[in-house]
C-alpha cells in the first residue's frame, strides 16, 4: 500500500514535540525515543517542523530545521524497516513563498512524503496570492492543506478560498483546525463539490476530535449525494496517549460503517476534549499548549524536562493541576503502562 493509500484511509498522525534538555539544547536521543514510541503505539505518520515542535527551530540561532528534518529521514528509515507499512512523513512548511519554497525542496530532498503548509505568514494576502503560492509550493511536494485557528497564529480561508484549494492537482490532504464547526464545514463542502475523492480529511480540531471522526457530511453535487469524511487526525493532541488514540481511531472507523453511535463514545468524545482542554491550555487562550504536552511526555519519562526554545514559553498557572485533574478522571485514557514498558528500549 503506498503511503498516499494509507493517508486516505485514515491514520494517527502526532505532531511531533522538540526534546529539549536543561540547557534548551537539542537532544537527539530523546527525539528518536518520542518516534519510536509514536511507531510502537501504532501511529500511521509523524510530522515534523509543524508548530508543536515549535516555529523557532527556524530561527537562524536556532538552525533546527535542518538537522531535525535530517534526523528524521535516519530514524524513519529504520522503524520503517521494523513496520508492516512506512510511516507518512510530514513537513512543516511556513513562511513567504521564498521560504517555503526552500522547505519545501529540502523537506523533498528528505523523503518527506508531504508538506503541511502553513499560511500564517500570509495574512494580508488576498485570495489569488494565497492561491498562487499554494500553487507553487504544491510544484515541489504534495500539499497538506491547513486550516489553522486565528487565536495561535492562522487567518480565516472562506469557502471560496478552499473551493479553488481543492483544484490544485498535488493536494493530498487537508488538515482542518479552525476550532470551528462552520469554518471546518466550508473545507468538507469544498472538497466534496470538487470532486477530490483522492483529498484525505484530517482534523486539527482539538474542541472536536471524537465527533470529527463520527461524523457523516453529505452534500447534493449536481443532483447527486456525496458523502465524506474526515479519517484521521494530525494533532498536537495525539502527541500524547497516542497507543490510546489508535485505539480510538480504529473503533471510530469502525463505528462509522454502521448507522449508530453508542453512548460511550459520545461520553468519550466529551472526556477527550476536557484532557484537551488541560493539555493545551484553553483556560488561557492556549498560551501553555507546548509546555503542558511536555508534561505529559516528561511525566511519562519521554522527555526530562518542559523546556522550550523560548525560557517564557511554560505552563500556565493552575495548568498542572488540570493536568492532575484529568490523569485522574480519565485513567483509562493514558498509555503510561505501555510507555513504562518499553521506554528503556526507546531510549536505548
Not at 15 to 35: I, T
Not at 220 to 227: A, F, I, L, Q, Y
Request: glycine share 8%; aromatic share 8%; with cysteine.
Amino acid at each position: 500500500m503506498s503511503v498516499f493509500e494509507i493517508l486516505q484511509r485514515g491514520v494517527v498522525i502526532p505532531a511531533s514535540p522538540l526534546a529539549l534538555n536543561a540547557q534548551r539544547r537539542w537532544d537527539e536521543r530523546r527525539q528518536r525515543a518520542l518516534w519510536r514510541y509514536y511507531s510502537a503505539a501504532g501511529a500511521g505518520g509523524i510530522a515534523v517542523g509543524v508548530h508543536t515542535t515549535q516555529f523557532a527551530i527556524r530561527d537562524p540561532q536556532v538552525g533546527l530545521f535542518r538537522p531535525l528534518l535530517e534526523l528524521a529521514q535516519e530514524e524513519f528509515g529504520r522503524l520503517d524497516s521494523t513496520r508492516a507499512e512506512p510511516l507518512v512523513r510530514i513537513a512543516g512548511i511556513c513562511g513567504d513563498t521564498a521560504q517555503a519554497v526552500a522547505e519545501a525542496e529540502l523537506a523533498a530532498g528528505l523523503g518527506f512524503h508531504a508538506g503541511l503548509l502553513s499560511l500564517s505568514a500570509l495574512k494580508d494576502a488576498n485570495e489569488d496570492d494565497l492561491i498562487a503560492h499554494c500553487r507553487r509550493v504544491a510544484e515541489v511536494i504534495p500539499l497538506v492543506g491547513f486550516y489553522l485557528q486565528p487565536a495561535v497564529g492562522g487567518r480565516v480561508l472562506n469557502y471560496r478560498f478552499w473551493r479553488r484549494f481543492a483544484e490544485i492537482e498535488n493536494v493530498v490532504a487537508v488538515k482542518i483546525a479552525p476550532f470551528n464547526r462552520y469554518q471546518t464545514l466550508d473545507v468538507v463542502r469544498a472538497v466534496a463539490e470538487a470532486g477530490r475523492e483522492d483529498i484525505a480529511l484530517y482534523t486539527g480540531n482539538d474542541d472536536n476530535i471524537v465527533l470529527d471522526l463520527l461524523t457523516p457530511y453529505r452534500f447534493s453535487v449536481e443532483g447527486r449525494v456525496v458523502e465524506r469524511r474526515i479519517v484521521g487526525g494530525l494533532l498536537g493532541h495525539w502527541a500524547v496517549w497516542t497507543k490510546r488514540a489508535v485505539e480510538l481511531l480504529e473503533r471510530c472507523h469502525a463505528v462509522s460503517r454502521t448507522e449508530s453511535v453508542p453512548a460511550d463514545l459520545l461520553r468519550l468524545a466529551v472526556e477527550v476534549t476536557d484532557c484537551n482542554a488541560a493539555f493545551f491550555d484553553a483556560a488561557n487562550a492556549f498560551k501553555g499548549c507546548i509546555a503542558g504536552i511536555h508534561e505529559v511526555l516528561r511525566r511519562q519519562g519521554l522527555l526530562e524536562g518542559i523546556w522550550c526554545l523560548d525560557p517564557h514559553e511554560t505552563l500556565s498557572p493552575g495548568q498542572a493541576e488540570e493536568i492532575d485533574r484529568v490523569y485522574r478522571s480519565y485513567p483509562h485514557l493514558n498509555d503510561d503502562a505501555f510507555v513504562a514498558e518499553h521506554l528503556h528500549e526507546w531510549l536505548s
